[in-house]
């Protein structure tokens, strides 16, 4: 190559040969695959660095500025490497010296840690908002089936008489542990590694809590080698986005079971369903479909995003192959779990006659009480015998807390309706927040 990329010659470089192309298509091209996914967040840590870097001379303050929002890399050789290298040659040629300030006190990946922090956040924004989604159409879809009868199940066998409302609240709190997961995983991205120079910080004058302040971070991460190599956070939310994912594919599996005509107890929407193209009585819920096999898919995602974590400290591995995967996984999430809260929404049920066994443990439970008869005996002498009951009546008796009995039932709706309540209030917050400080930031540079 006549004009060596940069990074493969300079001022002491013992590189002296540009890329294999095998180089290029295996690796470069994987990070510019990135490049929509990052490239905002790009600007906006540019941006803030210039802003923040008091030895910056005020012409090159001002070239930089009026460059950095509006960096056209089209053109440019997939040779010259990751968006970072293509930004920075592409600001060389508009303009000259100026570009180089873009790397003092700071490397590559410092730029690009941001960007993809500046990525996630948002994307976990968008997942904890659709958890609290799906747990609030949980919620008031069991408010509306409080006095629907249903038989309670376990290995698919009648268990016990329940109601529809309580049925759903089993899903409701799963949904909300899982959205607590989901801010906790926006508070770690939301943590900044401006200013944490290569490894151990820079001779530069950078204020990392300005630079944090600026990109709309809670605050910086404390250690700078940290802020660099970390990559555990990254690995928590794909793993979180699919367990998510796989409350919602549980859901999913119970409304397809219970939904067939051999049960019988409720349907989803016409518009979450798809007709047989063969047969003309099929009515196939092709949204349970897409919500358990886009859970699987998740594991699989979160395995090898963990996987790549077993390398040394100071390897870019773990995160060459984790950007897309760990934001495309987060997305996956939200989709799916979008897709869940109208299939909640959407179900209608049908209270039909419960099965005379699920009211046996009741009948032995009273006998027990009456008669001060040892439980075992009483469950023998119910077992040869069981006499019709009144089911509304045993559902009256569950006042344990967490019961089916209608005052635990309310208790149980106002505690997931206050949660659900709390978090989109700081949701809005968080992302109120951000948005002010981006926007502020980019103002500065116009």
């Known amino acids: 190559m006549s004009d060596p990329p940069p990074g493969y010659l300079g001022a002491g470089a013992r590189i002296t040969r ?6 290029v298509a295996a690796g470069y091209e994987l990070e510019l695959a990135d490049a929509p996914l990052l490239e905002r967040g790009l600007v906006l840590a540019d941006i803030a660095h210039v802003v923040a870097l008091p030895t910056i001379p005020d012409d090159h303050r001002r070239a930089l500025l009026g460059a950095l929002t509006d960096v056209d890399v089209g053109g440019i050789s997939s040779e010259y490497g990751d968006l970072v290298n293509l930004r920075e040659r592409a600001l060389q040629q508009r303009i000259g010296d100026a570009a180089g300030w873009l790397n003092a006190g700071r490397p590559r990946r410092e730029a690009g840690r941001i960007a993809f922090r500046i990525a996630l956040r948002a994307r976990l924004l968008d997942l904890a908002q659709a958890i609290a989604r799906f747990a609030d159409e949980l919620t008031e879809k069991a408010a509306h089936e409080r006095d629907t009868l249903m038989p309670d199940y376990t290995y698919l066998q009648p268990a016990q008489p329940t109601t529809a409302g309580h049925w759903l609240l089993s899903f409701a709190y799963p949904a909300l542990r899982d959205l607590e997961r989901a801010l906790r995983d926006f508070a770690e991205a939301n943590r900044s590694p401006a200013g944490a120079g290569g490894v151990n910080g820079s001779r530069f004058p950078i204020d990392r809590e300005r630079l944090a302040g600026l990109l709309g971070f809670s605050a910086p991460i404390t250690h700078t080698r940290d802020a660099m190599w970390q990559a555990d956070g990254f690995a928590e939310a794909t793993w979180h986005a699919a367990t998510a994912a796989t409350n919602a594919s549980r859901f999913a599996d119970d409304v397809e079971i219970f939904g067939s005509d051999e049960f019988g107890l409720l349907r989803i929407g016409d518009e979450l369903c798809r007709a047989s193209a063969l047969m003309p009585q099929k009515r196939n819920p092709y949204a349970l479909v897409v919500i358990r096999g886009g859970a699987r898919t998740l594991l699989g995602r979160a395995t090898g995003v963990l996987a790549t974590q077993l390398t040394p400290s100071g390897r870019t591995d773990n995160l060459l192959y984790a950007y ?24 209608e049920f049908a209270e039909k006659e419960l099965p005379a066994e699920t009211l046996a443990t009741d009948q032995a439970e009273q006998l027990s009480l009456d008669t001060g008869l040892d439980y075992r005996s009483a469950y023998k002498r119910v077992a040869q015998s069981i006499e019709p009951s009144d089911p509304r009546e045993a559902i009256a008796t569950r006042t344990v807390t967490g019961g089916a009995a209608p005052e635990a039932l309310q208790r149980m709706l106002d505690d997931c309706r206050a949660t659900i309540a709390s978090a989109r209030e700081r949701l809005a917050a968080e992302r109120a927040g951000i948005e002010a400080a981006e926007h502020a930031l980019l103002a500065m540079a116009q």
Not at 18 to 23: F, H, K, N, V
Not at 325 to 345: H, I, K, P, Q
Request: proline content about 7%.
């Open 324 to 347: 897309g995967e760990v934001a495309g996984s987060v997305d996956l999430a939200t989709r799916l779990m979008n897709l869940a809260a109208v299939t909640a929404a959407s179900i």
């Open 18 to 23: 540009g890329p294999a192309p095998e180089l």
